[in-house]
């Protein structure tokens, strides 16, 4: 297979930027969603969860992002693998997945898209039959709206890759693969 095309979202984008504009997203996302529920709910009262309960569930939120990646992968039984590693300046765990063979183009982008569809459909739920949690169901579905803008990007990418080609996801970013001409 040949590399078509080789995908570092944090070398092609300003790193900076990226995180300016997933904060950017999550705070419209939120302002937009909330406006759009609270049509339905006109006068609910809110449960009152602590500030750490919430800073809580958004730290499980990022893991649980990323096992919802894995999932699509493991069920199709790509040979993807799922490790646990730690940032080099801050010696922080964080989950990471990565292929061992390559993934076709659409059950890598359903892969992608998988966690935001997943989370939203859990937080548009909860919203309207829960109003008194309607705040944190929202929040959680705009904090997902930030991590799911590094998706988009990848997303992006792999809709103007060939039809049948493949993707290989290694530590810096991944690759796009095409099969060599017989």
Wanted: glycine share 6%.
């Amino acid at each position: 297979m040949n590399c078509w095309k080789s995908i570092n979202v944090k070398r092609e984008y300003n790193p900076k930027k990226l995180q300016f504009g997933a904060a950017g997203l999550m705070m419209i996302t939120f302002i937009m969603t909330y406006l759009f529920f609270s049509f339905w709910h006109t006068s609910p009262v809110y449960a009152d969860i602590s500030f750490i309960g919430i800073l809580l569930f958004i730290g499980i939120l990022f893991p649980g992002h990323i096992l919802l990646h894995y999932l699509p992968l493991f069920t199709v039984g790509s040979h993807t693998s799922l490790t646990i590693e730690r940032t080099k300046k801050r010696n922080v765990p964080y989950l990471v997945f990565r292929s061992k063979k390559p993934i076709s183009k659409n059950v890598y982008i359903f892969s992608m898209i998988f966690p935001c569809l997943i989370t939203g459909l859990f937080s548009a739920a909860g919203a309207f039959f829960m109003p008194s949690l309607l705040p944190y169901f929202l929040i959680l579905f705009a904090v997902n709206a930030g991590f799911t803008l590094y998706d988009y990007i990848y997303v992006k990418q792999l809709l103007t890759a060939p039809k049948h080609c493949f993707i290989e996801k290694k530590q810096h970013g991944m690759h796009i693969l095409i099969k060599q001409p017989a």
